[in-house]
């Protein structure tokens, strides 16, 4: 068996414009302090880091991953969630999606698709001159307007939008074949791929490209009322990626999984810091280690009501805590009677 990395934090929730969350040095010794061992990038963020530079450079990979060791961190991922959306846009979130995007693009649903795959392809090469093996985004989104069978979908809307959706990522997916690089989708709400069925729709369409895996991260599951232990079991074999994220599922009398367009504090569903939520770590953490996922775990702070700096500091400690570090034997071994193959015959009554 092998032993899950951790703590790692996902930057995203904390790079800001003021100090010590505006640079790269900054940041990861204050995630250092905080208790963490690796951070997951965000690679749009240019406070923290130049894209465009990464896929060229080596040397700027170097550069960047030395200050983090400097530091005492691991860059272990690179994200392009926001990138990643705009591989494919229902025209209804054109608008909202929009802010994603560079500028230049603003408007211009093509233009703003061919950047973010471009985007995309970068990180994969970011990735790999990094020597990352995994890489984490959205799938994007071409039919998430119809979730709900009312008015009554046509006949192949569904499967005409998952057929466009996988043509547009089966380039990307070769690109990372190329690099040497996992995609990891992260299974989420307002995703084409937001369970275990939309996921293998998709796989499906690529011909179970081996690039193509999972980001696991409870808390969606929870707010979907899904089985999240069994999602383990179901899919490990594409499981190379881990974000540790707590929920909590309340419904009442007057909501449910939709929650009545509320915000989130007042939502049935809600993100919640780790340990303050439903979700069973102890048990994720068990199946993790049983399935020998040695990837990292990421805390991803979201939270409705704890300030996020509390968030991270306990969020470290709280992963640590549940890291299990696998046994190297067998834990009645003391017992063992040393038996060899004619031992085990005479044991079993059986006549050579």
């Known amino acids: 068996m092998k032993n899950i990395k951790g703590p790692a934090l996902f930057l995203a929730q904390f790079a800001g414009d003021d100090a010590p969350f505006n640079s790269w040095d900054a940041i990861t010794k204050w995630a250092a302090e905080c208790g963490y061992k690796g951070v997951q990038v965000p690679s749009w963020d240019a406070r923290l880091f130049d894209l465009a530079k990464a896929a060229e450079s080596k040397t700027y990979c170097d550069e960047f991953k030395g200050q983090a060791a400097e530091n005492g961190i691991e860059v272990?991922?690179?994200?392009?969630?926001?990138?990643?959306?705009?591989?494919?846009?229902?025209?209804?979130?054109?608008?909202g999606f929009d802010g994603f995007a560079d500028p230049s693009v603003h408007g211009d649903p093509k233009a703003r698709q061919a950047w973010a795959v471009d985007q995309v392809m970068k990180a994969i090469s970011a990735s790999h001159n990094l020597g990352i093996k995994?890489?984490?985004?959205?799938?994007?989104?071409?039919?998430?307007?119809?979730?709900?069978?009312?008015?009554?979908?046509?006949?192949?809307?569904?499967?005409?939008?998952?057929?466009?959706?996988?043509?547009?990522?089966?380039?990307?997916?070769?690109?990372?074949?190329e690099n040497d690089v996992n995609i990891c989708?992260?299974?989420?709400?307002?995703?084409?791929?937001?369970?275990?069925?939309?996921?293998?729709?998709?796989?499906?369409?690529?011909d179970n490209h081996a690039r193509c895996n999972m980001l696991y991260d409870p808390s969606h599951y929870v707010l979907q009322c899904l089985d999240y232990l069994d999602?383990?079991?179901?899919?490990?074999?594409?499981?190379?990626?881990?974000?540790?994220?707590?929920?909590?599922?309340?419904?009442?009398?007057r909501q449910g999984v939709y929650s009545g367009y509320q915000p989130w504090v007042d939502r049935a569903g809600r993100f919640r810091s780790l340990g303050d939520g439903q979700v069973d770590f102890g048990a994720i953490f068990s199946k993790m280690a049983a399935?020998?996922?040695d990837g990292w775990a990421v805390v991803e702070w979201e939270c409705c009501?704890?300030?996020?700096?509390?968030?991270?500091?306990?969020?470290?400690?709280?992963?640590?805590?549940?890291?299990?570090?696998?046994?190297?034997r067998a834990f009645d071994d003391f017992a063992d009677g040393g038996t060899d193959e004619a031992a085990n015959r005479k044991m079993l009554g059986i006549e050579k």
Request: hydrophobic share 40%; charged share 25%; no cysteine.
């Open 76 to 95: 272990t991922e690179l994200s392009t969630h926001l990138q990643g959306q705009l591989v494919a846009v229902h025209p209804a979130y054109d608008a």
């Open 134 to 177: 995994n890489h984490v985004s959205f799938s994007g989104a071409l039919a998430w307007p119809y979730i709900y069978p009312w008015p009554q979908r046509p006949a192949g809307l569904i499967e005409t939008a998952f057929d466009e959706l996988a043509k547009r990522w089966r380039p990307i997916l070769d690109h990372a074949e």
């Open 185 to 206: 989708y992260e299974i989420h709400p307002g995703e084409d791929l937001h369970d275990g069925v939309t996921f293998e729709m998709f796989l499906e369409r690529v």
């Open 231 to 253: 999602n383990i079991d179901i899919y490990k074999d594409r499981i190379k990626m881990f974000h540790v994220k707590d929920a909590e599922f309340n419904p009442t009398g």
């Open 291 to 293: 399935n020998d996922f």
């Open 305 to 328: 009501l704890k300030h996020p700096e509390d968030g991270a500091r306990e969020g470290a400690q709280f992963v640590k805590d549940h890291i299990i570090r696998v046994t190297e």
